[in-house]
């Protein structure tokens, strides 16, 4: 098991697009209160992760490499909608960056992780790094395959 | 993805014990209409295994090894009753049934299946083979985690 410790903030603008993004699609098998079942395919690899609860920003990880066409027909197994993103890696002193640009009913999206070693250890944000959503549950990519970002603003 | 064609019976009496039966606990830790996700630990093995909707008496199965650490720790995020059974390989005329003999919660159940290579093929049924229950839910060993069988009397 890994323990996953994150921060989460919205993206402004576009000066952080550099390099060659993944494209990524994802979707969750099943989710309850205590865990998330995620299918993840990326061009020819995949994995499934179970995710636990999350206590502060921390969260257990547990991830298996699987066969992408395993993938293939998990995701239409999958509840809810397929994310479809790109993930782009942006290094801004010493850390790394994950950018997702969401695609299709997320687009419009573009949100930026930060993994770190410990829930208090601090960093430095790039200029194009807004609002921090870390504790905003809609921004879990799990709920964003159940109530997509374009259809917030619907009742 | 294999896909498994199963039949489901109850078992009478104890004429089938023979061998050594392996001890196996098992959870699940999300379920959805279209989806089930197992983790199953015997002893230090331990396996993830993601079953499909139930089409007929087929079902898609993903199943893969997983450290029995990780499959420890999962267990512990399931959703429902752990279960705990002994399962017995039982041979009869060159097919391999698999009679599981439940506790706990589902103490008292003793059921036995058999794994087809077809819906529709034929296979000689022991004496202690009693009534089929492939169709009834209630069996399956994800709604015995939910509803067991010492609870079946109670509204």
Known sequence: ?????????????DAWKSGTPTRLSQ???ASSKDSTVR??????????TIKGPTVGISRAEFEYEIPATDAQQMLDMCEGAIIEKTRWQV??????????????ENGGLVVAEIE?????Q?????????????DDPRYAN???SVKPFTRWNSS
Do not use: C, H, Q
């Open 1 to 13: 098991m890994a323990v996953e410790i994150e921060r989460k903030f919205l993206v402004t603008g």
């Open 27 to 29: 979707g969750y098998l």
């Open 39 to 48: 299918i993840r395919l990326a061009g020819d690899l995949a994995w499934l």
């Open 91 to 104: 290094s801004y002193e010493n850390l790394i960056w994950e950018v997702d640009e969401f695609f299709g």
């Open 116 to 120: 770190l070693r410990s829930e208090d």
């Open 122 to 134: 601090t960093f430095a944000k790039p200029d194009w790094v807004g609002e921090e959503v870390t």
């Open 142 to 144: 799990s709920n964003l």
